[in-house]
């Protein structure tokens, strides 16, 4: 399966099962997808006095615990999302009898 930057999957094992997520990087045999496995990573402090800090970042996952959504799904989305209201006013006309 070819998986790109930018195509949306979602997670099919492992702790973020079930969430879906765009494609940010491709590794070798790893990809990195945004909003899943999210791990907290430990900073040392860059100078003297100054402070550590923590930082979420998302760690990759091997790329056969994901699955490409099809496309046809996301076109669905697409064309329900920019769904607008719009007013139609009906004028209703009574018919009078004589």
Not at 30 to 38: D, I, Q, S, Y
Not at 42 to 71: D, F
């Amino acid at each position: 399966m070819k998986l790109k930057t930018g195509d949306k999957v979602t997670v099919i094992a492992g702790a973020s099962k079930g969430k879906t997520g765009k494609i940010l990087k491709v590794l070798d045999d790893k990809v990195l997808v945004e909003g899943v496995n999210v791990v907290k990573k430990h900073l040392k402090p860059k100078n003297n006095g100054g402070n550590g800090e923590i930082v979420e970042t998302e760690a990759p996952i091997h790329r056969s615990n994901v699955k490409l959504v099809s496309t046809k799904e996301t076109k669905k989305e697409e064309k329900k999302a920019p769904k607008k209201e719009t007013k139609t006013t009906k004028k209703t006309t009574k018919k009078e009898s004589k």
